[in-house]
């Protein structure tokens, strides 16, 4: 990867905890590219499953995501990992990929990969990138970080209303306990508990962090 000066927002934190509602409002405010790594995994995960590919075998998933074939693209300001040129937007949100994603995710070479394909994700420009390492093994250079969560009960009223249903309890111990790149908070990252918040006050938080790091993005904010 090219050295660049793409500023790079980490957006980390637990299942449902509103990542992907806070990153798109951020990555929107201050005219960003927005990348959803969950939905990176998902892909895979969805993948795996189309291609009868034992997800619990990690040998087998990592040699099929060394062969297929991928491209990222910026459309409308998101990235999206394409497959063949398709991008399974609906797939990837079913009850079987999800209870898929953390076996395929806990594989070493499957993050190794993912890494590399998410750190050239610089070649879109600045960057609000939301997932569960983005700034302990992502980007652990850059200087705004945040870790979001709520409470079980909060997270799972929002997994349930996305017509989601997953043991989030279950998930959080699997991601927190996985051997490589696991979900904790980052150095230095600011945490926000989102709460009994609003997306409007929750991003609010987040855009406020970034400010007293870095006035000057100031002028990238549309009002």
């Not at 000066?5 to 509602?21: C, E, L, Q, R, W």
């Not at 870790?147 to 009960?153: G, I, Q, T």
């Amino acid at each position: 990867m090219k050295e660049s000066n793409a500023i790079v927002i980490a957006i980390d934190g637990t299942s449902a905890s509103g990542k992907s509602t806070n990153a798109k409002r951020v990555a929107r405010r201050l005219g960003f590219t927005y990348v959803d790594t969950g939905a990176m995994y998902r892909t895979l995960a969805w993948y795996c499953l189309k291609s009868r590919v034992d997800v619990q075998d990690a040998k087998a998933v990592a040699q099929l995501c060394k062969k297929w074939k991928t491209k990222c693209l910026c459309i409308d300001g998101h990235v999206r990992l394409m497959v063949d040129g398709y991008y399974p937007e609906k797939e990837i949100r079913t009850a079987e990929t999800s209870a898929a994603v953390p076996h395929v995710a806990a594989v070493p070479k499957v993050r190794d990969w993912m890494k590399q394909l998410q750190r050239d994700c610089v070649q879109f420009g600045h960057l609000v990138m939301e997932g569960r390492d983005i700034g302990t093994n992502i980007f652990p250079e850059t200087d705004h970080k945040f870790y979001l969560d709520a409470n079980l009960e909060e997270r799972s009223k929002r997994r349930e209303a996305d017509g989601i249903d997953e043991d989030l309890a279950k998930r959080d111990q699997r991601d927190s306990q996985r051997a490589t790149a696991p979900l904790m908070v980052p150095l230095g990252a600011t945490i926000v508990n989102t709460s009994g918040l609003s997306p409007e006050e929750s991003s609010q938080q987040i855009i406020d962090g970034i400010l007293e790091k870095d006035p000057n993005v100031e002028t990238m904010i549309s009002h």
